[in-house]
């Protein structure tokens, strides 16, 4: 991330703001959207630690997906996660992972 430029406590900072925003307001879809967002930003820089941890964290988002394009994107995203952390994981938690995904 450095390499690129990125600012990444700005952008985290961001997304965390539009989080407690909606979360404030009671706005779900605006939530869920926003956990998307940061899903896709871990698995597109192989954070598989911290996206599993928003995956777990975030629960059911679909319920609240405004599409049916959003909710396959993060079907997939979940499933890749899960998949990429079981290859790091050992025992019956690599077992577990997968079969979530």
């Given at each position: 991330?450095?390499?690129?430029?990125?600012?990444?406590?700005?952008?985290?900072?961001?997304?965390?703001?539009m989080?407690?925003?909606?979360?404030?307001?009671?706005?779900?879809?605006?939530?869920?959207l926003?956990?998307?967002?940061?899903?896709?930003?871990?698995?597109?820089y192989?954070?598989?630690?911290?996206?599993?941890?928003?995956?777990?964290?975030?629960?059911?988002?679909?319920?609240?997906?405004?599409?049916?394009?959003?909710?396959?994107?993060?079907?997939?995203?979940?499933?890749?996660?899960?998949?990429?952390?079981?290859e790091?994981?050992?025992?019956?938690?690599k077992r577990?992972?997968?079969?979530?995904a």
């Amino acid at each position: 991330k450095k390499l690129r430029g990125i600012d990444v406590e700005a952008c985290d900072k961001m997304l965390d703001s539009m989080l407690t925003t909606a979360a404030s307001n009671d706005d779900f879809s605006l939530s869920s959207l926003v956990n998307v967002m940061k899903l896709e930003v871990f698995v597109f820089y192989q954070e598989w630690k911290d996206a599993i941890d928003l995956v777990r964290k975030a629960g059911n988002v679909r319920l609240f997906l405004p599409s049916f394009f959003v909710s396959v994107r993060y079907t997939f995203l979940e499933a890749l996660t899960y998949l990429k952390a079981a290859e790091s994981a050992s025992g019956w938690k690599k077992r577990q992972m997968k079969k979530c995904a």
